[in-house]
């Protein structure tokens, strides 16, 4: 089976409000230069394949390394994978620090795809956020991309942001697609336990957008996103000229991935493993020669069952029934029969062949429909 591989930087230059990632504000060269030898030891540890299906570098911010270290980045990767013959690679960028020279470093090294996370292009609304950059910083971002030579560029989008209006939103895609980007993802704020806006919200300080304006929103985007010429692929992923993004598919599909860096998860045939979260910790295991991990579970048929159909019915092809009783060698309709009947009753779900997926009305309220399947 192809094996795709994650890679984790967990530095930030702020923390931002809504984000319950693995990641710190930490801004010190030596943790960083701790950071990028240990990850080298730990690509020597886990040995993943020298050829990946796909790469991707995400985090935290990968562009907040300075620049010669964000060129050490990509020379270590270099050293155990080969880039240039993998389907797809990806770098994230963030708007306050991808410069034109890590624009170049990145492109010479052979990543051929950049997510932008612009988030919004409305100044207040990115203070909101507490983003380190305005509109303009992530404009500049999307020239230095493609003055490199980027021809595959993703911009990340929130909406349903308190205050926002669907009008607000409507100028948020008409700014977003100024930038003819390639791919676009566009989530809705989640106010998740931890974060400052959860804390804001436990405390009253906040009211989170109401659901039908949320779902406006929802049905705006795809309204607007298809008749600019994107496919809704999966709920909040849209793919323009550069196609879906291959990595996220593989994940949706359950496939085989290695995850490195802090917190950097790992699915290997229903094997699951988390790697230590804090940087310091991770690294001391790393340094006495032991892989990471934090935690890890060998998933139960059942477990896996439940988390194929919830993520794969984020996808807009649903879930191909058929496929899945093969790969899980399982009896799908034993085990779902009764809870597919119901929600294809209620209207949640249809049936297209081998495939089922969410109709129009359950796509609203995909959550809730998709994680029935989980804890079973
Ligand atoms: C790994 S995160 C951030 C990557 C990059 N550091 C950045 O800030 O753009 C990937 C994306 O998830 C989205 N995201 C993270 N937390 C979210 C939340 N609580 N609600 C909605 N979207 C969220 C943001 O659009 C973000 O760009
Ligand atoms: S959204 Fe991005 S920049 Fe903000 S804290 Fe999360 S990972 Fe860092």
């Avoid at 994978?81 to 960028?93: H, K, N, P, Q, S």
């Avoid at 607000?168 to 809705?188: F, T």
């Avoid at 994940?251 to 991935?257: A, N, V």
Wanted: proline residues 3%; glycine residues 10%.
């Amino acid at each position: 089976m192809r094996t795709s591989l994650y890679v984790h930087v967990p530095f930030c230059v702020v923390k931002c409000g809504y984000c319950d990632f693995n990641s710190y504000a930490i801004d010190d060269g030596e943790v960083h230069d701790r950071f990028l030898a240990a990850l080298d030891a730990e690509l020597e540890l886990a040995a993943p394949p020298r050829r990946p299906y796909t790469v991707f570098v995400g985090g935290g911010t990968p562009t907040h390394l300075s620049e010669a270290r964000f060129e050490r980045l990509f020379e270590i990767l270099r050293r155990h994978v080969d880039l240039d013959r993998a389907a797809e690679v990806t770098v994230e960028c963030n708007p306050e620090s991808l410069t034109k020279a890590k624009a170049a470093i990145a492109r010479a090294a052979g990543v051929r795809r950049a997510s932008v996370g612009a988030q919004s292009f409305d100044d207040a609304r990115l203070r909101w956020l507490d983003r380190a950059h305005d509109a303009e910083g992530t404009r500049r971002a999307v020239t230095a991309l493609r003055d490199a030579g980027f021809e595959n560029v993703s911009l990340d989008l929130i909406f349903a942001v308190p205050g926002q209006s669907t009008t607000d939103w409507d100028v948020e895609l008409d700014h977003a697609l100024a930038l003819a980007p390639e791919h676009l993802s566009c989530y809705s704020l989640t106010f998740e336990r931890g974060t400052r806006l959860g804390r804001d919200l436990e405390d009253g300080r906040v009211t989170p957008a109401d659901e039908s304006v949320d779902a406006a929103m929802f049905s705006r985007t795809r309204e607007r996103l298809a008749a600019a010429g994107f496919t809704a692929y999966e709920i909040s992923n849209f793919a323009g000229r550069g196609g879906p993004s291959l990595h996220n598919d593989h994940y949706w599909l359950q496939g085989d991935y290695l995850g490195v860096g802090p917190g950097a998860a790992t699915h290997l045939s229903g094997w699951r493993g988390t790697n230590l979260k804090v940087v310091e910790r991770w690294a001391d295991s790393i340094e006495r020669g032991l892989l990471p991990t934090g935690e890890a579970e060998m998933l139960p048929l059942r477990r896996r069952l439940g988390e194929a159909m919830w993520l794969g019915l984020r996808r807009s092809a649903g879930v191909d029934l058929a496929a899945l009783a093969t790969r899980l060698a399982i009896d799908v309709q034993a085990e779902l029969g009764e809870l597919l009947r119901g929600l294809e009753a209620q209207g949640f779900l249809e049936r297209d062949g081998a495939a089922v997926r969410l109709t129009g009305r359950g796509l609203l309220v995909a959550d809730a429909i998709t994680s029935q399947f989980l804890g079973r």
